[in-house]
């Protein structure tokens, strides 16, 4: 007994006639009912009560009418999801992301996403820049919602740059006594006390900052780092010193705090999309082509 079998003794089951049957299947009628005595023959059941009149289901006929249909209709429900996903529409996509992309554009791009392939399991790693790109590496993430800055040092990692670009601002608290400026030069800040994301959070921003201020002619004078945006933040929020961050941030940041236009550095800060040039999921490519048509990726 085969799905084959089954298919054509639900058909005969549904029209209660050889011919009608073998029209519907698109098949010679003598070689349907040979598959039917076949299958009466495997199951030592009498399916059907027939002679040149009429076509009935017996007993057992009835009941394997019931298990019949519903086991073709799973083999059928098997065999399209395997379809789908050797064309990559189910499946399991991990999306890595830096803060604050939550508040921005990540939930049209992954509302988009879902629309497309509704079967595709989602999950999510809200990472600090060091540790998403380390998950990126290592696989943990298929996607990673990254800055593009020091991807070219990751082995393997292929990335498309986003339209998103923000540039270096001065965070001080309200009270600061450069509050109230619009703009300022990096060079002003040679005396000021910097908070930094830590090394191990965020290794690559951690060397920008000393970049950009020797290049500007100082030294900056770390006096804490965080390990979280938002504790970095909440530092510079109750005076404990001033930070460079881009301009994206301030949606994790109090109304007291003050963002200013700063000047003398060239860094500015891009979203990405980057992937494993090795990683088999065929979700990312679907991914990277819903990402293009939102024009999220120039």
């Given at each position: ?5 089954l ?11 050889f ?35 009429y ?63 509704p079967?595709c ?15 990126l ?155 293009e ?6």
């Amino acid at each position: 007994m085969d799905i084959r079998q089954l298919r054509y003794f639900i058909s005969v089951a549904n029209n209660l006639n050889f011919t009608a049957a073998a029209k519907e299947l698109h098949i010679a009628q003598p070689y349907l009912s040979k598959q039917i005595a076949e299958l009466e023959s495997q199951t030592g059941l009498k399916l059907f009560e027939r002679n040149t009149r009429y076509v009935e289901l017996t007993v057992a006929g009835t009941e394997l009418l019931k298990e019949a249909t519903f086991i073709v209709a799973r083999a059928e429900a098997a065999v399209n999801k395997a379809r789908l996903a050797a064309q990559g529409s189910v499946g399991n996509l991990k999306i890595g992301f830096m803060g604050p992309l939550e508040k921005e554009m990540l939930p049209v791009l992954l509302k988009k996403f879902r629309m497309s392939y509704p079967m595709c399991n989602l999950s999510f790693s809200k990472l600090g820049w060091g540790p998403l790109n380390e998950a990126l590496v290592d696989g943990s993430v298929d996607i990673a919602f990254t800055v593009s800055d020091g991807l070219e040092r990751l082995p393997g990692i292929s990335w498309k740059t986003s339209r998103y670009f923000y540039p270096l601002s001065l965070v001080v608290p309200s009270e600061h006594p450069l509050a109230q400026k619009e703009r300022i030069h990096l060079s002003a800040l040679s005396d000021e006390p910097f908070i930094v994301l830590s090394r191990e959070e965020s290794p690559l921003a951690y060397e920008n900052l000393r970049r950009i201020c020797v290049a500007s002619g100082f030294y900056p004078k770390i006096v804490c780092e965080a390990s979280m945006l938002e504790t970095l933040l909440l530092m510079v929020d109750i005076g404990m010193g001033i930070a460079i961050q881009t301009k994206h941030t301030q949606a994790y940041a109090s109304p007291s705090i003050h963002y200013i236009e700063l000047e003398g550095s060239d860094f500015y800060g891009g979203y990405v999309v980057a992937w494993r040039q090795k990683n088999t999921n065929p979700l990312v490519q679907l991914f990277i082509e819903v990402v293009e048509k939102e024009h999220f990726i120039t």
